[in-house]
């Protein structure tokens, strides 16, 4: 495994080196390609000791990977390059260029570059084009933020641009706050019409406004339909029930803010199926886990939901004597993961990982529900399985940060 200033030898082995396709050995040239009815795509990102920052895209045929995953056989690329599946296809934005590159992946784990989408002629810069700035309306419609409010739409599956649309009516600044866009991490396919988060923030990402509004895009115009004003602050992550109903929560707003006074505090918020905010569902979370902030929450399904909640009872601090960054940080390193019961109005930790990032990342595969943990210094995760009781079981660990795992076929 990767750690502080040291790097295994298949990360090494990935730089510069090329590796033979998995399935084959150097060795064994005349052996068949293996033949994958399954195809899962893992992205991970590592950062090198000189700082430079590469993304891996490694294949698997199963879910039941044990031990170490190597990157030794995965496709490198550079900088933060992130991945989506659209139609079984395989589509990787580039950490250099504002470009979308998509893939088909053959049954021997072979990558064919289908089509690739520059998005430099309507005036996304060098980094504005991945995968955490779309919203997906559908396998034939996508939306990529450009200028804060307008937005490419493109045709994901066609990988060719729609159309360029600018309207609004979210004002520039509120109370010396700028509105800017928020990320999407990561892309999913969701039901009803795209709801897309903005925030109000200070030029530091400390002060945020109370409120987020949330722009409704119309699915056949791809308007701004509406725009909902949402009392919490800073929410951007969605997920979505059986029903429809989308539930945001905060990522880039801290909730170590409010303990210090400095901010209000988290919530999540919950729109329903019709597009409009579900002004009777506001639950106290902090009401099932003890008082403790709740920050990035996702829903499962069947009801339950994790999220991460912080064990503030486990800091001896004065917290009146106004922010502290480097008591902040510290507390970051108290983070658990925790499953909510949303008929029950329960919540409790998850049983088998010890603490995880403020932020989280997670996947549903052929409905097992897998989490990724970086370690402590983010050089290499560790991907749990938990069950719908709330148990992990580390399944296996892989090369730097993990944002994503995907079904392809």
Not at 23 to 46: I, K, R
């Amino acid at each position: 495994m990767v750690r502080a200033n040291t790097f295994s030898r298949s990360v090494w082995a990935l730089v510069g080196v090329s590796m033979p396709a998995l399935g084959c050995s150097g060795d064994d040239t005349d052996m068949a390609p293996a033949n994958h009815e399954h195809v899962y795509a893992l992205q991970s990102t590592v950062v090198l000791p000189d700082d430079t920052t590469l993304s891996y895209v490694a294949l698997t045929d199963e879910l039941d990977v044990s031990g170490e995953l190597t990157l030794a056989d995965a496709r490198e690329f550079a900088g933060y390059s992130f991945i989506t599946n659209i139609g079984g296809k395989l589509l990787v934005s580039s950490g250099e260029e504002p470009a979308i590159t998509q893939y088909e992946i053959g049954a021997g784990f072979d990558w064919h570059e289908a089509a690739k989408l520059s998005f430099v002629g309507v005036g996304v810069d060098s980094f504005g084009a991945g995968f955490e700035r779309h919203w997906l309306l559908n396998e034939h419609t996508a939306y990529l933020t450009l200028d804060v409010t307008s937005r490419v739409v493109w045709d994901p599956t066609a990988m060719e641009i729609l159309d360029v649309r600018d309207d609004t009516q979210l004002e520039a600044t509120v109370d010396g706050l700028s509105l800017d866009a928020t990320f999407n991490r990561p892309p999913q396919l969701l039901k009803g019409p795209v709801l897309k988060p903005f925030y109000y923030r200070d030029d530091d990402w400390f002060r945020f406004g109370p409120s987020t509004p949330i722009a409704v895009y119309d699915p056949e115009t791809h308007r701004e339909r509406a725009v909902l004003d949402v009392p919490c602050p800073a929410l951007e992550v969605a997920s979505q029930d059986e029903a429809g109903n989308t539930y945001f929560s905060p990522w880039t707003y801290g909730p170590t803010l409010a303990l210090f006074g400095a901010g209000p505090d988290t919530c999540i918020r919950r729109i329903d199926s019709s597009s409009e905010l579900d002004a009777d569902w506001q639950p106290d979370l902090r009401a099932w886990t003890g008082g403790r902030p709740v920050h990035v929450f996702r829903y499962l399904s069947d009801g339950k939901a994790f999220g991460t909640v912080l064990h503030v009872d486990e800091v001896q601090a004065d917290f009146t004597a106004g922010y502290d960054e480097e008591l902040a940080g510290e507390l970051d390193r108290h983070w658990k993961l925790w499953l909510f019961d949303l008929h029950d109005e329960t919540a409790r930790p998850v049983e088998g990982i010890d603490h995880v990032a403020s932020g989280f990342n997670m996947t549903k595969l052929d409905d097992r529900v897998f989490v990724f943990v970086p370690n402590d210094d983010w050089s290499a995760s560790t991907v749990y399985e938990v069950d719908s009781d709330g148990r992990a079981e580390a399944r296996f660990d892989v090369d730097g940060v993990v944002n994503n795992w995907i079904k392809l076929r």
